[in-house]
């Protein structure tokens, strides 16, 4: 069993930066592929980043060049390094996680939200114009 906390969400003005985490128990970093995804007001949820546990990682284009995931396998921490933000970033951030082989991973349909087994509760970043 895994647990998966998120935290750093708030609310920030356009052009701002936030970094969001997510502390994970009871399972080690080995062979994990973790993800951040959002849900904004209205909208379905939908796949921001991912990471393998060999460090490859991939993003939604619309982050491309903005935000970044990062984890740390010592304190099975994730990370998500968000600048420049647009208003259009408002939503609920959720990690998430699975076990996965690098490949598979980061492969191009990687945002299968059904492959995920675990997740965060949710953090919450609004960013206003």
């Known amino acids: 069993q895994v647990q998966l906390a998120e935290s750093g969400g708030d609310s920030v003005q356009a052009g701002g930066s936030l970094i969001l985490s997510c502390a994970a128990s009871?399972?080690?970093?080995?062979?994990?592929?973790m993800a951040w995804f959002r849900r904004a007001p209205g909208k379905e949820r939908e796949g921001v980043a991912v990471?393998?546990?060999?460090?490859?990682?991939t993003s939604t284009d619309s982050v491309k060049g903005r935000f970044t995931i990062s984890q740390d396998n010592a304190k099975n921490t994730l990370y998500l390094q968000m600048n420049n933000l647009k208003p259009e970033d408002t939503a609920m951030y959720y990690c998430?996680?699975?076990?996965?082989?690098?490949?598979?991973?980061?492969?191009?349909?990687?945002?299968?939200?059904?492959?995920?087994?675990?997740w965060g509760q949710g953090t919450q970043v609004t960013v206003s114009s």
């Open positions: 998430a996680a699975y076990s996965s082989i690098p490949h598979f991973c980061t492969r191009r349909e990687w945002s299968v939200e059904k492959d995920f087994l675990y």
């Open positions: 009871g399972q080690a970093f080995s062979r994990t592929c």
């Open positions: 990471i393998a546990s060999d460090g490859t990682w």
